[in-house]
């Protein structure tokens, strides 16, 4: 389905099918897994999905085309089906889920993610209490892991509500942070068109916004995943996704300007930009200069100079004041000498 800019949003919700008021006295939950050579977390994803307090109805694995043989992992769990594909990106993969399934009810799990026991029973609740929301979402936790995942820290990640006529909040920023959190009504998604697979990165974010600008959002403030940084997700390379979150909010310019919401855009943008680049200073926090850092913050400088000059201003800032502290203890104690 082609994606349309939106010109009368008083009247959109005339213009899509109505969700929410077909049948749903069953309630069928699926969980769609997509892996790309994740083979290695896809056990622990798995477990975490047939631990919920609500059974799902159906676990499904996209894989998009590994090397490594995620069917070796699935054949260890009866009733969890896989499903094969070429390469073709994570967008991809998470359409040909939601094609694959007849349930009512989607999540995607990413395959280094996992659920909290009690995620589907909360998120379908709350779905099921708002038949005319398109998803609910809530609160994650940030796991920072080591390769092997033998070493772990964990700490509760901020979670930013929402209003149901949720389009303006969302254009400010991402609110949902955490994709394995929300809890889609199948038919929302195909009535929007699906995950665009031209996206590289903020696939969801661009799906959040196409959503919003029709559909009612609910939300919840439980922790009901686990965000797992191991150092290869896609999300670790700020200037990456800050590019790409620059391309999402520019796709919604025209929708924006027809309901009067073009200052939020702006606002978003402005987000964006202040967050990578404090994703790119806590990296360089903790990891020190690399090349690596460096180039990152090339792309950084040129994507959004303003934040990168303040951002650097306050290092200098920072720097002075430590400094500076010493320096007048120094010249104290010699004024007493």
């Known amino acids: ?185 199948r038919e929302a998604i195909e009535n929007v068109g699906g995950f665009n697979p031209g996206m590289r990165a903020c696939e969801d974010y661009d799906l959040f916004l196409r959503i919003a600008m029709r559909y009612k959002i609910v939300c919840r403030p439980e922790v009901l995943a686990e965000y797992w940084h191991h150092g290869t997700n896609m999300s670790h390379d700020p200037a990456f996704m800050l590019r790409w979150t620059q391309t999402v909010l520019e796709l919604r310019r025209a929708d924006a300007d027809a309901i009067g919401l073009l200052e939020n855009l702006s606002r978003g943008q402005r987000w964006a930009r202040a967050y990578y680049t404090g994703v790119w200073i806590g990296q360089l926090k903790s990891g020190g200069v690399t090349l690596q850092t460096i180039k990152r913050g090339a792309v950084l400088a040129y994507l959004a100079p303003g934040a990168m000059a303040l951002a650097g201003w306050s290092r200098f800032a920072a720097h002075v004041r430590v400094h500076g502290r010493r320096l007048r203890r120094r010249c104290l104690g010699q004024w007493r000498d």
């Open 1 to 185: 389905m082609a994606d349309q800019t939106v010109t009368n949003f008083d009247t959109i919700h005339d213009q899509l099918p109505t969700i929410g008021q077909g049948p749903e006295t069953h309630d069928k939950v699926a969980v769609v897994i997509p892996t790309y050579n994740h083979a290695r977390f896809l056990s622990a994803a798995i477990e975490s999905v047939l631990a919920q307090t609500r059974p799902v109805d159906e676990i499904l694995v996209i894989d998009d085309g590994s090397s490594d043989v995620p069917g070796d992992v699935v054949v260890l769990y009866p009733g969890v089906r896989i499903v094969h594909q070429a390469n073709a990106g994570l967008s991809a993969a998470r359409n040909r889920g939601a094609l694959e399934t007849s349930a009512q009810f989607v999540l995607f799990l990413d395959a280094d993610d996992r659920l909290k026991p009690e995620a589907i029973a909360l998120s379908l609740e709350n779905l099921l209490s708002h038949p005319d929301a398109a998803f609910s979402y809530g609160g994650y936790e940030l796991v920072y892991s080591s390769a092997d995942s033998s070493i772990r820290k964990q700490r509760r990640a901020t979670y930013y509500p929402s209003p149901t006529a949720a389009f303006g909040a969302f254009l400010e920023m991402n609110r949902v942070g955490m994709h394995g959190t929300v809890l889609y009504r």
